[in-house]
């Protein structure tokens, strides 16, 4: 089966930017999309095909995909942005697949 | 505003059946292309798609759990459930029911804590 792997963590300052990334098995011909993860919440869809961000998240969080390698960057980080995220993809036409998700700290 | 709300009893015992059920508001459930999908999440682990099923009662779920599962819908409540047969401990989690559109999750559930006990 299809595979997303993610770094466990990233740290990032205030106002510094942070990049997650999310490899997989030519992952640039497949659509990815990110979720951000509070402590006790539901994921929350922050990118969808690769770089399109859905109504009300904010400019801050950017995406692309290319090659074996998706990425989420939090540019100006904010202390709000200390979460779990997490990449998905589709596996199949018929299944879907997520990462193995990475915590972001903000110091 | 879309909303997704997961209920079914939060205990079950080793070698029964988890049944959980999603009530969706503000969204018909029929309209096509979205797919209603059901989510779980192990303590302190990753998210695991379970599967989906679709407003003509096809379903796709993940091999890793073909055989013991089966989901359905009921157009008439607005609503779709999933039944987990022969769960052992490896099954407790939270589980979360969400919509697929556009290649992706955009609206999910609270999330519902499923404890399987002996």
């Known amino acids: 089966s299809y595979e997303l792997t993610q770094p466990p963590s990233v740290s990032v300052s205030p106002g510094q930017t942070a990049s997650i990334s999310c490899s997989g098995d030519?992952?640039?011909?497949?659509?990815a999309s990110w979720y951000q993860q509070k402590e006790g919440r539901a994921p929350v869809l922050l990118i969808f095909?690769?770089?399109k961000r859905p109504p009300g998240i904010p400019a801050r969080f950017s995406g692309s995909n290319s090659g074996n390698t998706a990425t989420l960057t939090i540019s100006g980080t904010e202390a709000m942005d200390e979460a779990d995220y997490f990449c998905?993809?589709?596996?199949?036409?018929?299944?879907?697949?997520f990462g193995t998700g990475t915590k972001v700290t903000v110091l | 505003q879309v909303q997704l709300q997961e209920s079914g009893p939060g205990l079950v015992k080793v070698s029964e059946t988890l049944s959980l059920t999603c009530t969706v508001s503000?969204?018909?459930?029929?309209?096509?292309?979205?797919?209603w999908t059901w989510i779980r999440q192990h303590p302190r682990r990753g998210l695991e798609w379970i599967g989906y099923?679709?407003?003509?009662?096809?379903?796709f779920y993940n091999p890793s759990l073909r055989g013991r599962l089966a989901m359905s819908i009921d157009a008439s409540k607005n609503q779709f459930s999933l039944k987990l047969t022969s769960v052992t401990a490896a099954d407790t989690a939270v589980y979360f029911c969400?919509?697929?559109?556009?290649?992706?999750?955009?609206?999910w559930g609270r999330g519902i804590l499923v404890t399987v006990s002996s």
């Open positions: 969400a919509r697929e559109r556009s290649m992706a999750f955009d609206n």
């Open positions: 503000g969204d018909s459930i029929t309209d096509e292309n979205q797919y």
């Open positions: 099923i679709y407003y003509r009662a096809r379903t």
């Open positions: 030519e992952l640039g011909n497949r659509h």
């Open positions: 095909q690769d770089d």
């Open positions: 998905q993809a589709w596996d199949t036409i018929t299944a879907r697949v």
